[in-house]
T-cell receptor, first 113, second 114 residues
Framework: AAGVIQSPRHLIKEKRETATLKCYPI?????VYWYQQGPGQDPQFLIS???????DKGSIPDRFSAQQFSDYHSELNMSSLELGDSALYFC????????????FGPGTRLTVL | AQTVTQSQPEMSVQEAETVTLSCTYD???????LFWYKQPPSRQMILVIR??????QNATENRFSVNFQKAAKSFSLKISDSQLGDAAMYFC???????????FGQGTRLTINP
């Protein structure tokens, strides 16, 4: 079965650089969610999109932005990277009538040096 | 605000035995969903089991079952016949009906002793 695809899987950046994370949801899933999991922490909700519109917003820094495109893939853009942004970034997706059931991608591990 | 609490940072169990992981939550909502996710060393988040709050019957998935106590706001996970592959971090999570985000507990690291 098809799963959520995230790219890249690993990313190393320097402080103050920018990074773009991509997420391709499971086919027919129209809602995408982004979570950040710091070392030894639980995942924290960042932002979600439904039908290309932002649907909910969590603890996402102003330096981050995201969008969902017409093919439902989503990108998380991170600027002015800080050491504290080093984390595992998960994307999840859900079906239109099953937003209670989110399927997670493998995550992108971002390391900021 | 909704909160999820897992009071057991670490648990261990002998292979083939049964273990129960605890979770409590706080919400003022009446309709919501509860989940247990497994995160093995690969860091993949894998859905283990889900429970709808309006259902009184406890959810089961093979060796995994929950004890859902709505009045007590408790949602524990029981793993029967523990296997080495069950070793992982387990997260309890909550989402309200119609909400977008999952709220996670702090996690319980489960070790299986051979």
């Amino acid at each position: 079965a098809a799963g959520v695809i995230q790219s890249p899987r690993h990313l190393i950046k320097e402080k103050r650089e920018t990074a773009t994370l991509k997420c391709y949801p499971i086919p027919r899933h129209d809602t995408v969610y982004w979570y950040q999991q710091g070392p030894g922490q639980d995942p924290q909700f960042l932002i979600s999109f439904y039908e290309k519109m932002q649907s909910d917003k969590g603890s996402i820094p102003d330096r981050f932005s995201a969008q969902q495109f017409s093919d439902y893939h989503s990108e998380l853009n991170m600027s002015s990277l800080e050491l504290g942004d080093s984390a595992l970034y998960f994307c999840a997706s859900s079906l239109p009538d099953r937003r209670d059931e989110q399927f997670f991608g493998p995550g992108t591990r971002l390391t900021v040096l | 605000a909704q909160t999820v609490t897992q009071s057991q940072p670490e648990m261990s169990v002998q292979e083939a035995e049964t273990v129960t992981l605890s979770c409590t939550y706080d919400t003022s909502e009446s309709d919501y969903y509860l989940f247990w996710y497994k995160q093995p060393p690969s860091r993949q988040m894998i859905l283990v089991i889900r429970q709808e709050a309006y259902k009184q019957q406890n959810a089961t998935e093979n060796r995994f079952s929950v004890n859902f106590q709505k009045a007590a706001k408790s949602f524990s996970l029981k793993i029967s016949d523990s296997q080495l592959g069950d070793a992982a971090m387990y997260f309890c999570a909550y989402t309200a009906q119609g909400a977008q985000k999952l709220v996670f507990g702090q996690g319980t690291r489960l070790t299986i002793n051979p």
